[in-house]
């Protein structure tokens, strides 16, 4: 016994240190919050983000994040790996090319482009902290392709109402979709439901190559005379993206030797409409032949249409900031359909489906849908949906803190324009100058935008904060607003500097002149050029005069000074014709 116990305390204490190292696994594991969504929805051929976001209890050195996928057979795979040093898609697998990571603060994103039918499966997210935790998520993602609107079609060849037992009276197909559509038969909008003896409805399923799935429905069905007016519709019903859409065929009236009123072989149909599409057949009336209800021609009618367009969201939608939203706008029609969206008369896609992505404020408005049937244009119809866009207030200008300069007693208008859902109210706190000398002298209002402009008169140093707030948040824009007196406006220094500067400029130019002048007169004076200083007219004289001497007379407004020149033979004048001027 004594033996057996002492064998047993080893294992014993390997079991406990087994538990121990497992507890400590198991809290390691525990030390982060890793959250991930069930499943991810999204149409065929766009895009898939699924997130994976995580927390720690304590701040870890170092987080490596793996994403794996679920193959066919069962294995899983890795598609990304990603450190703080950095991050890899991983090459040779069926995502090499497809997909992206972003990392931020709270965790990453794996992004898929061109989804396909192949796509639906698990994605895990494995997360380690090393010391600090681990943890690992897993989103199935679901991919989803509305099918073709249902094609309803009658029975040609005539139904009896005489016969004992169901008749096909229609068939209707609906083509490529995925998950795999639906099929109702409505009589007069009301449901059919399968019933022995009267009704009997037989459907084949066919999953293309492509993984669409194509329905075909047949209806059985006992007419009766109580049928003869009645319509007969199918409606298909398919799963998309969190919901499950509907498409509802043309209404069909049945054939049953059902008579008309004609005259004279002319059968006229008043205000038409898709109840008056069938096989109309032109039947013998001579009760004298051997077959009286012989049916001479037969004629198929179809009566083309379109209807009212439905858009999905209805009316309007509510988005945050930052989320993508798919809208959808579809008519009935019997014939191929167009569809354009617009918003604020500038077209913004095409096709019955349209994407917004990573929602601003700029998304809301109204968005309207045209359909219309290009093989006959006067068939139209729209539809509209109003986007509105939640988020924190968002000032429309980029400038967040803006200073000023005005001289005390001016006024300034100071403007602050606020984007955001629910619309902000805003408030100005206003310090420095006197609280009665400012106002608001502008508030304009609507669903999503706020401006306001308010007057202040500036009595010293002011600081003016617009204050914007909402459910989801506060923004501010802040005026610094520097009082300046009016003896130290810029202008009046700048005026006085350059006022400076001309008396400046005009002394140093006076002095100039005066020493230019100054220079003149004393080289006059060294040369005897200088008049003796005697005011009045000078009198000029001399003994005689040539015909060939030129005399140039020169007079000032005081005095008149004479030159007498050369002859024009170039001989000097004697002492004689020297002309001297004297005091």
């Not at 988005?319 to 500038?346: H, P, Q, R, Y």
């Not at 077209?347 to 404020?361: C, K, N, P, S, Y």
Request: proline content about 4%; overall charge negative; hydrophobic content about 35%.
């Amino acid at each position: 016994m004594d033996n057996f116990r002492s064998m047993a305390l080893p294992n014993t204490s390997l079991l406990l240190f087994v538990l121990h190292m497992c507890a400590l696994a198991w809290q390691a594991w525990a030390l982060v919050d890793l959250r991930m969504e069930d499943s991810v929805e999204v149409y065929m051929d766009e895009s898939a983000e699924i997130p994976c976001l995580y927390a720690f209890t304590e701040k870890p050195m170092m987080v490596m994040v793996q994403w794996f996928v679920r193959e066919r057979e069962g294995h899983r795979v890795r598609i990304s790996y990603s450190d703080l040093t950095m991050q890899k898609v991983d090459e040779n697998t069926s995502y090499s090319n497809r997909i992206s990571v972003r990392s931020n603060s709270d965790g990453e994103t794996l992004t898929i482009q061109d989804v396909k039918l192949s796509d639906e499966r698990e994605f895990f997210c494995q997360v380690s902290g090393l010391a600090a935790g681990n943890g690992e998520g897993r989103t199935l993602l679901k991919v989803f392709d509305p099918p073709e609107p249902p094609v309803i079609d009658g029975v040609l060849s005539g139904v009896s109402v005489s016969g004992d037992s169901p008749a096909k009276i229609a068939s209707c197909e609906t083509r490529e979709g995925f998950p795999k559509p639906n099929i109702t038969w409505y009589r007069d909008h009301i449901p059919i439901h399968p019933i022995s003896g009267l009704v009997n409805v037989v459907t084949l399923v066919t999953k293309e190559s492509s993984g669409l799935y194509t329905v075909q429905s047949e209806l059985h069905y006992k007419v009766t005379k109580e049928d003869k007016d009645a319509h007969f519709s199918c409606e298909v019903s398919y799963f998309v993206p969190g919901a499950v859409r509907t498409s509802e065929s043309k209404g069909i009236n049945i054939t049953s030797d059902v008579e008309l009123d004609s005259s004279q072989g002319l059968l006229v149909l008043k205000e038409v409409s898709r109840a008056d599409s069938g096989v109309y057949e032109c039947h013998s009336l001579d009760v004298d032949a051997v077959n009286h209800d012989e049916v001479l021609d037969t004629l198929q009618l179809t009566v083309h249409y379109l209807d009212p367009a439905v858009v999905v969201p209805k009316d309007s939608e509510v988005m945050l900031k930052g989320e993508s939203l798919t809208a959808t706008c579809n008519a009935l029609s019997s014939l191929e359909t167009s569809t354009v969206w617009f918003k604020d008369g500038i077209e913004v896609g095409r096709g019955h489906i349209m994407q917004l992505q990573d929602a601003t404020f700029d998304t809301s408005g109204q968005y309207d849908c045209e359909v219309t049937v290009p093989s006959l244009p006067g068939l139209l119809t729209s539809g509209s949906v109003h986007i509105i866009v939640q988020g924190a207030p968002q000032m429309k200008d980029a400038e967040r803190e803006i200073e000023l300069m005005e001289k005390v007693g001016g006024w300034v208008n100071l403007s602050c324009e606020v984007g955001g859902y629910p619309r902000p109210a805003i408030t100005w706190s206003i310090t420095g100058s006197q609280s009665q000398s400012w106002r608001e002298v502008v508030k304009r209002e609507t669903e999503d935008q706020v401006h306001s402009v308010v007057m202040l008169k500036v009595t010293t140093d002011t600081v003016a904060v617009c204050n914007s707030t909402n459910d989801f948040g506060i923004e501010t824009k802040t005026y610094s607003i520097r009082s300046i007196p009016f003896s130290q406006t810029p202008t009046a220094r700048k005026t006085s500097a350059d006022n400076s500067g001309v008396i400046i400029v005009v002394i140093i130019v006076s002095i100039l002149l005066l020493a230019i002048l100054g220079s003149v007169f004393y080289f006059l004076y060294k040369k005897g050029k200088l008049p003796c200083g005697r005011s009045g007219k000078q009198e000029i004289t001399k003994e005689k005069t040539n015909k060939e001497d030129i005399v140039v007379e020169m007079k000032a407004k005081k005095t008149e000074e004479s030159v007498l020149l050369k002859g024009v033979n170039g001989e000097k004048k004697p002492p004689n014709d020297q002309v001297t001027i004297c005091a």
